[in-house]
């Protein structure tokens, strides 16, 4: 899970008048090397009364005084960037760790089937304390894989950073949904109507594994399909490269029995607790 | 940043650089950022809203709450959901433009931007000082 970040000041770029105006150029080379390192930016000819900026950026001394000022005149747009994380002390922009790449669910769309939960080997999807998916470890996710966007029945899981449609959060076109290559049949690989049965368990669907199904068994399937979807899915080298071990899996599945057992637990205290309603409560 | 942003028109305007990927056009980017600069308008620039919503990145919440905000960045669907991701919800009222699928000259008139200018003082005494 991506660590919360705390509220920052903004950096202000300030053009108060004619004189304190950059080129076209020089503005646009300092924007773009800020915002390729990392750095909000506020492009303003007045500070908001009330505020102080982490930093004001400025041809000239705008006479700001509690903010400090660093004259950009004569700096680079590179020192610039120096001097403003070295204020900042956060968020320096590294494209070489974590890339943003992770689902985020269209709630209009889904109908939390669970198929996304089961599916992902990664344990990027979780379910709340009302049992509706959500995407738990962002982290977990591997960039440029959409393979859950793909198995997904009714369109609801974007990836904003994918290249195609409807995935990246285009309009989903009636087309869209019965294109084959939106829609994959993982039920010729794994024998039988898999989406009809994923849709009626869903109670058992909620568990990364029932409690029927052999986990080494699943895990060989997943690895099959995923090997023989890979064009369809459009998954990377990388991930098929990167699947858990079984013993992973077995873990996984141990730890969701537990929290399927306790939630039970929970619920049949939750009833035994309650009495049970009237024939004139029901309405009877 | 306080809530209350708004440029002249009352409307508060953002811009979402993308920064860490290249699905946005770099022409269209560099076109449209370059234009806001130019126009006087009071703006602001955030590196990357994807990351930021997986950051719950305070700003977004303060921008949820914003009535009359524009902002370009991509597909209106993956902008909405990235801050519901993040916890918020965005206001009807609110605009995303998408820089995926229009032409900077597109969006510059969207937002209201003038017509490209010719150059400004700086850019005047620049070419002067060089020649």
């Known amino acids: 899970m991506i660590a919360t970040r705390t509220k920052e000041t903004a950096v202000l770029l300030m053009e108060p008048d004619e004189s304190a105006r950059l080129g076209d150029q020089e503005r646009l080379d300092l924007l773009s090397a800020l915002l390729e390192a990392g750095h909000p930016v506020a492009r303003r000819a007045q500070i908001e009364p009330g505020t102080t900026p982490l930093a004001v950026l400025a041809k000239v001394d705008v006479g700001r005084e509690s903010a400090p000022l660093i004259e950009i005149s004569a700096r680079s747009p590179g020192q610039v960037v120096d001097d403003v994380s070295a204020l900042r002390k956060t968020r320096q922009l590294d494209k070489s760790a974590w890339t943003p790449w992770f689902p985020v669910i269209d709630y209009d769309r889904c109908t939390n089937c669970m198929q996304c939960l089961s599916f992902c080997l990664f344990d990027v999807y979780g379910a709340d304390a009302d049992g509706k998916i959500e995407v738990r470890n962002e982290d977990n996710c591997k960039t440029n894989c959409p393979a859950c966007s793909r198995v997904c029945p009714d369109v609801a899981i974007l990836f904003p950073k994918y290249t195609k449609g409807p995935i990246n959060g285009d309009v989903v076109r009636k087309e869209d949904i019965e294109k084959e290559s939106m829609k994959v049949d993982i039920s010729a690989l794994l024998g039988g109507d898999i989406y009809a049965a994923l849709r009626e368990r869903s109670e058992g669907a909620r568990k990364r594994f029932s409690t029927e199904r052999d986990e080494s068994k699943a895990l060989l399937e997943r690895k099959r399909c995923l090997k023989a979807l890979k064009k369809d899915l459009d998954i990377p080298d990388e991930v098929l490269m990167s699947l858990p071990s079984v013993g992973d899996i077995e873990e996984r599945a141990r730890r969701a029995k537990e929290k399927m057992i306790k939630r039970r637990a929970r619920s049949q205290t939750v009833q035994d607790e309650k009495p049970a309603p009237s024939r004139e409560e029901w309405g009877i | ?131």
Do not use: I
Request: charged share 25%; hydrophobic share 40%; aromatic share 4%.
């Open chain 2, 1 to 131: 940043m306080s809530e209350s942003q708004e440029g002249q028109d009352g409307k508060r305007l953002l811009y979402c650089h993308c920064a860490y990927a290249k699905v946005v056009p770099a022409k269209v980017k560099t076109e449209v950022l370059r234009r806001l600069g130019e126009s006087g308008r009071d703006f602001e620039a955030v590196p990357d809203l994807c990351e930021m919503s997986a950051a719950k990145d305070p700003q977004l919440e303060e921008l949820a709450a914003c009535e009359n905000l524009t902002m370009v960045a991509c597909f209106p669907r993956s902008v909405r959901w990235l801050f519901h991701a993040a916890g918020h919800t965005l206001k009807d009222s609110v605009q995303v433009l998408n820089m995926r699928a229009s032409s900077a000259q597109e969006l510059a008139a969207e937002l209201g931007l003038p017509a490209d200018s010719k150059s400004s003082v700086a850019d005047k005494e620049a070419q002067g000082a060089t020649e």
